[in-house]
C-alpha cells in the first residue's frame, strides 16, 4: 500500500515560476526522500531529510518536512523544462526498512 | 558497473508461462529492493534484502511471486504462471546502508507484458 500521497496530482506551469509539491504520509518516519522520473525512465533520487531536520536544500530544490503534520513539501524555483517529470515521496516506515512510495505528481513545465 | 542494472529490459511472455527478472546490484550495496510499478502510477513495494536475507515480503501479491538473492549481490524475481495482471514495469533498487539511512538507486526496469 501507498504510505505517501501527493498533492496536487499534476502541475502546470511556466518556465522561470516556482513548482510546489506537497507530500502527506500516515506513520512515524525515520526520513523522507524524493525521486523524478523522467517519462516512463528510471528514478532518480533528488533529497533525503531526516525526521530531526525541518529544511533542506539542494540547488534549486528546497524541502521541508513537518512531522506534527506528516507532511512535506519539495519546492522547485525557476523551473525549467527539464523540470518536465513526475515527483515521488517515500517514506521508510518507522521500525520498518520498506520505502515506500507515493502516487506522485506530474509536473510539466511549458518553455 | 556503475549503476544497477536489470535484465531483460523488456520481456513478453505467453500466459501461463514462468519468467524470472534479474537484477545486479550496485557492487557493495547491502540492501536491495524490488518494485512494480503500473503506468502512471508509484512504484508498489515488493520485496527486500539485506545482504542474502529476504527482510520483508510482505509486497509479493501473491504466492506466484518469489524472489532470492542468494549470495547477497545479484537478486532474481521470478513469476510463475504469469498472467495478464502481472504486466507491468519491475524495477530494483539498491541502497548502501541497511537501515535506508541513504538514498536508493535504481535500474532502468524490466517491463513484462504477458499476452
Known amino acids: 500500500s501507498q504510505q505517501g500521497e501527493e498533492d496536487p496530482q499534476a502541475l502546470s506551469i511556466q518556465e522561470g515560476e516556482n513548482a510546489t509539491m506537497n507530500c502527506s504520509y500516515k506513520?512515524?518516519?525515520?526520513?523522507l526522500q524524493w525521486y523524478r522520473q523522467n517519462s516512463g525512465r528510471g528514478l532518480v533520487h533528488l533529497i533525503l531529510?531526516?525526521?530531526?531536520?525541518r529544511e533542506k536544500h539542494s540547488g534549486r530544490l528546497r524541502v521541508t518536512l513537518d512531522t506534527s503534520k506528516k507532511s512535506s513539501s519539495l519546492l522547485i524555483t525557476a523551473s525549467r523544462a527539464a523540470d518536465t517529470a513526475s515527483y515521488f515521496c517515500a517514506t521508510d516506515q518507522g521500525g520498518s526498512e520498506k520505502l515506500v512510495f507515493g502516487k506522485g505528481t506530474k509536473l510539466t513545465v511549458n518553455p | 558497473g556503475a549503476g544497477v542494472s536489470q535484465s531483460p529490459r523488456y520481456k513478453v511472455t505467453k500466459r501461463g508461462q514462468d519468467v524470472a527478472l534479474r537484477c545486479d546490484p550496485i557492487?557493495?550495496?547491502?540492501?536491495l529492493y524490488w518494485y512494480r510499478q503500473a503506468l502512471g502510477q508509484g512504484p508498489e513495494f515488493l520485496t527486500y534484502?539485506?545482504?542474502?536475507?529476504?527482510?520483508?515480503k510482505s509486497g509479493l501479491p501473491n504466492d506466484r511471486f518469489s524472489a532470492e538473492r542468494p549470495e547477497g549481490s545479484i537478486s532474481t524475481l521470478t513469476i510463475q504462471r504469469t498472467e495478464q495482471r502481472d504486466s507491468a514495469m519491475y524495477r530494483c533498487?539498491?541502497?548502501?546502508?541497511?537501515?535506508?539511512?541513504?538514498?536508493?538507486?535504481f535500474g532502468q526496469g524490466t517491463r513484462l507484458t504477458v499476452v
Open positions: 557492487s557493495g550495496h547491502v540492501s
Open positions: 534484502f539485506n545482504y542474502e536475507a529476504q527482510q520483508d
Open positions: 533498487a539498491s541502497s548502501p546502508g541497511a537501515n535506508l539511512r541513504t538514498e536508493a538507486f
Open positions: 531529510i531526516r525526521s530531526n531536520e
Open positions: 506513520t512515524s518516519i525515520n526520513n
